[in-house]
């Protein structure tokens, strides 16, 4: 019933930007917020960044200020500028939806995307 479309991942060199995008489409009610994580080869998923509807933000501590995360709530959508890119950086960035309500729903749930490969390497 929702599905989220992301965008803006590639290959960028140490020192680079890029914006990953993401929306959520679907027969949508509410959101309560959405965020951006990521998974390196071996490696736990972790939090990247996540904002509410409401414009609360939380950041992972590894970002210190290089990362920006933003919402559209009219289009469902967030955001992710990052800066001053590392290659600790590389991995695939899954954008998440949290407690979607669709039309006529009684429940909320989360949905993931499928990721977007992000490298950093010279």
């Known amino acids: 019933q929702v599905q989220l479309l992301e965008s803006g991942g590639g290959l960028v060199q140490p020192g680079g930007s890029l914006r990953l995008s993401c929306a959520a489409s679907?027969?949508?009610?509410?959101?309560?917020?959405m965020g951006w994580y990521r998974q390196a080869p071996g490696k736990q998923r972790e939090l990247v960044a996540a904002?509410?509807?409401?414009?609360?933000?939380n950041y992972g501590d590894f970002v210190k200020g290089r990362f920006t995360i933003s919402m559209d709530n009219a289009k469902n959508s967030v955001y992710l500028q990052m800066n001053s890119l590392k290659p600790e950086d590389t991995a695939v960035y899954y954008c998440?939806?949290?407690?979607?309500?669709?039309?006529?729903?009684?429940?909320?749930?989360?949905?993931w995307g499928q990721g977007t490969q992000v490298t950093v390497s010279s």
């Open positions: 998440k939806v949290d407690r979607v309500r669709v039309i006529g729903g009684y429940y909320e749930y989360d949905y």
């Open positions: 679907g027969s949508i009610f509410s959101i309560s917020g």
């Open positions: 904002i509410t509807s409401g414009g609360s933000t």
